[in-house]
């Protein structure tokens, strides 16, 4: 057996036993690196390189020789500009220094509430999308054309942006689990977002309380089946659910609008076999007894809060992860960004169930200190042994 | 899902009659493949 072979196995078995309920050997290490940063780390032109993506080979190499983390720290981007350039996307757009901005949109008016409700997809295709997607909104022969091509750029880049990464996954001997396999969101959050709009919602839970909450209910099986992956179930996999607006809403309107569909999601999801992992965005502390209702297992990405209010209230139950401050690895000493790691590690890390990570992505170099980075992952992975 | 512009297999099916059954259980993967792609892709311009 190769090193690379042996040492993949190594790191699988860290995450199995955490997801198994077992203590690992060690805490495992779930570090990605955005692809912004990973094109920057590597001294190469954001913009260029979004669109050359044949190039990035050599950008995630140097990721994976740079920082120790167990499952691959190089991810693709579902941000590619390429298709949402042929599509005239009003939703993401590559600003001059080669960002892809997510302007504040809405595809979905609020006289249009019950034709979603009485078919979100058949709204989504009809109204939304061309609302959205300017090169849509064009007579259908045109419009037929502009989605072939969009739909055929997106799964030619995914594809192969995922040949390229399992390779180094497999050349590195990464964990092929305890990633991301496929992503869908919280039923309120898919109406807020960017059907409705953040500044929209916060007043159509007032004004039409009653369509805010039928629109969710009616697009949650959608929501269930885009959180489906494409293989068996397994015990092993992650369904990715980023949550945005509960933090946002009152007490009373998260428990009217936000939990019911959102309970329902990750619950069908691990009744047929699917874990969730949530990226449990801002501070959820105040819903932090509503979280312990999810099902045994459920992965929680945290981002703020109190990290022994969480262990204690959900570490025997579900798998934890996060906290660490990124803002740190900029303005602390090395010494203070490894005395970190250690208080997380001995805070989270007893009984298992933990997994270690960052409180956020990690967007550009200048964010963090590189060193101050690689030395809390190093010494996570030469102290956090059980 | 209540639309009209995703089918599963069956819905395909009971739609097109002229498909030799002989043939269905191998055409049904790549088919339905391609019917996932788009919900998928769909589903990911609104996320």
Sequence with gaps: MTDAKALQQERTKLFEDVYDGKIPKRVPINVGLTLEFAIQYAGKDLAEMQWNTAALEEVFEKL??????????????????????????????????????????????????????????????????????????????????????????????????????????????????????VLTEAPFDFVADQLRGFKNITGDIRRYPDKVAAACEAVTPIMIKAGIPPHPPSPYGNTFIPLHMAPFIRDKDFEKFYWPTFKKLVDELAAMGYPSMLFVEHDWMRYIDYLYELPENTRMWFEYGDPKLVKEKLGKKHIIMGFYPITLLKTGTKEQCIDKAKELIDILAPGGKYIFNFDKGIITTDSVNIENLQAVLEYVAKNADY | MNTQYYKTWEEYMAEHPEIDERLAPVMAPKMQGYEEMMFAFVMMLLM
């Design chain 1, 64 to 181: 994976c020789q740079d920082f120790f983390t167990d499952t691959n720290p190089a991810g693709i981007s579902l941000r590619n500009p390429l298709h949402y350039k042929l599509l005239g996307a009003r939703n993401f757009v590559m600003s001059s220094s080669g960002f892809m901005q997510h302007p504040e949109v809405h595809g979905l008016e609020a006289d249009e509430y019950d034709a979603f409700i009485a078919s979100p997809y058949d709204c989504i295709m009809e109204k939304i999308l061309p609302r959205i997607y300017t090169e849509l909104n064009t007579n259908p022969v045109q419009r037929s054309i502009v989605f072939a091509k969009a739909f055929k750029a997106y799964w030619d880049e995914l594809i192969s942006g995922g040949m390229m990464t399992q390779k180094l996954t497999d050349k590195y001997g990464y964990s092929p689990i305890g990633g991301i396999e």
